[in-house]
């Protein structure tokens, strides 16, 4: 087989492609601003690309998409994030 048919799957996560997360979630990701680095880690992990870059190169989340899978806080190399339960303790 010619090399150039061959076919790379590439994943494009797009936000909200499985819709918004209404009462479902049970823990939410908080970034603690004052550790940031504004490494941009957490926005290139989030698999549902629900992590938005301020103009401050700060990272802001939309919990109205947001999951809860905890990708964001297993990446960032600062421990910024924290999983947080959604209903209080
Ligand atoms: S918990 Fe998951 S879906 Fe929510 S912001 Fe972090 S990586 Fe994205
Ligand atoms: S991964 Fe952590 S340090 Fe990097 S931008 Fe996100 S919250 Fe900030």
Same mark, same amino acid.
């Given at each position: 087989m010619?090399?150039?048919?061959?076919l790379?799957?590439?994943?494009?996560?797009?936000?909200?492609?499985s819709g918004?997360?209404?009462?479902?979630?049970?823990?939410?990701p908080?970034?603690?601003?004052?550790?940031?680095?504004?490494?941009?880690?957490?926005w290139?992990?989030?698999?549902?690309?629900?992590?938005?870059?301020?103009?401050?190169?700060f990272p802001?989340? !939309?919990?109205?998409y947001?999951?809860?899978?905890?990708?964001c806080d297993?990446?960032?190399?600062? !421990?910024?994030?924290?999983?947080v339960?959604?209903?209080? !303790?």
């Amino acid at each position: 087989m010619n090399p150039e048919e061959i076919l790379y799957p590439i994943s494009k996560p797009s936000k909200g492609s499985s819709g918004p997360t209404w009462m479902w979630r049970f823990t939410k990701p908080v970034i603690y601003i004052d550790k940031c680095t504004k490494c941009g880690l957490c926005w290139v992990y989030c698999p549902e690309a629900t992590i938005n870059i301020l103009e401050n190169g700060f990272p802001k989340i !939309d919990y109205e998409y947001c999951k809860g899978c905890g990708i964001c806080d297993n990446v960032c190399p600062v !421990d910024a994030i924290e999983m947080v339960n959604e209903y209080g !303790d």
